[in-house]
Nanobody
Framework: QVQLVESGGGLVQAGGSLRLSCAAS????????MGWFRQAPGKERAFVAGIRWSGGSTSYADSVKGRFTISRDNAKNTVYMQMNSLKPEDTAIYYC??????????WGQGTQVTVSS
């Protein structure tokens, strides 16, 4: 079993930045793909960014390309997402995931990100 705990969410003005962290415990996640999804009010959960176990391959939703950067530190069992140039439409609950890319098994509880205009 893997437990994922997100942190770093909060309230920020449009154009600002936040850095989300996701700490994994229970077992090592170094062999798993990891990523972030988000769910905005009234919408379905959507993929935001993903990173392979080696950290050498990343993918992003079109809506965040060029603004968000995902990274990981396998030694710390942690994945990060730097979010810059935030927009009000980025407001959502952000979930950390781990598992096989495209079929993530483990989900965190989520952290709220609110971007004010």
């Amino acid at each position: 079993q893997v437990q994922l705990v997100e942190s770093g969410g909060g309230l920020v003005q449009a154009g600002g930045s936040l850095r989300l962290s996701c700490a994994a415990s229970g077992r090592t996640v170094s062999s798993y793909a990891m990523g972030w999804f988000r769910q905005a009010p009234g919408k379905e959960r959507a993929f935001v960014a993903g990173i392979r176990w080696s950290g050498g391959s990343t993918s992003y939703a079109d809506s965040v390309k060029g603004r968000f950067t995902i990274s990981r530190d396998n030694a710390k069992n942690t994945v990060y997402m730097q979010m810059n140039s935030l927009k009000p439409e980025d407001t959502a609950i952000y979930y950390c995931v781990a598992g096989i890319a495209g079929a993530y098994t483990y989900w965190g509880q989520g952290t709220q990100v609110t971007v004010s205009s």
